[in-house]
């Protein structure tokens, strides 16, 4: 019965609608919680739908490794090495911007008492 | 008095109908794709044989992105700076808590072979999965076990300051050698034969260049985790 999702266009599907389920529950959290440090992780949990969605989209059924060694000179039978470079890149970006925000949070709890969104009104005077 | 929760359907509506409609578009986009884009990889494949390098993400990080890896360590420095001054403290006492005895000898024993995995991950990153962002989050993790098993443990920060300047001045110095010798900014000026391919001591600077980013990362993650433990004594 496996055979059925072992079809590229099946996979593919499947992942891009799992992580686009993902992508919408960060985007619920983000919308709809109050609290800041909530808000950063609903942000990361967009972040890694979309790291999902990137690594998915170029699996290949029966594909290696792009490690070239003597044993495996195939270039075709490989995955495709830029989608991994650019998640690199976007997971250490993401994890530096999530830093930030979260000590951001904590300095704006250091300094009001309050981590609620509704209650933030330094601004206003 | 309702007791059921009311479900917010509106909302709940609109998110359906806007991932219908971002699937829909993401549908059309990927049907038509040029072709050339699919053949990229392949093509960076085949170049990739030339540097002398098996691993080619990292090529790819290293090498035919190298300017943007330099960027992206400036983002991770400013982040790490932005960090420290949020959360900066004059007042040198922490509260954190005495931890027991077995934490504490279980760390002081996993510590170093943390770090030597951290180091291998770190020098091995040409010819096997891993490199330097992964090596020098593993050092800052050893560095986080020690934070929360001892109380008085802390980083030195001359350490820290003289790792970070050495590497981003040494990332900078050997692309700028590239730039005198090859005419290209980051250019492999060292010998990298296809013959050494998959030896230590192969692919030019890329090896160089990927231990650098380590340290940076490292001594960076470090500082970050640091900062985010240490705290003022009246929170």
Redo the contacts between chains.
Sequence with gaps: MFEFFNQPEVI?TIV??GS??LF?VG??GL??RKNLIKIFISVAIMETSIFLLFIG??FKIDSI??????AHTD??M?????P??MI??A???GM??L??G???A??YF?LTGNTDIDKMNEMRH | MNLKRELPTTTLSGFALSGLLVLTILNILLQNMPTKIQTAGDALLKLNATEGVANAVTTVVVFFRGFDTLGEIAVLFIASLGIGLMLHSNAKCNIKVESNFMLQTASTLLFPIILLFGVYVMIYGHLSPGGGFQGGVIIASAVLLLLISHKEFEVPHSVIVALETFAGVSYVLIGLIGLFVLDTFLGNFLPHDISQMGLLLSGGIIPIIYIIVGIKVGSEMSMIVQNLIKRDHDV
């Design positions: 593919k891009t609608i686009m389920m919408f985007l619920f919308l709809t989209l170029t490794a792009p490690i070239l060694d003597s270039v075709a490989m995955n495709d090495p830029i991994h470079a690199l890149t997971i250490v970006i530096a911007v830093a930030l979260v000590s951001f904590i300095e250091k």
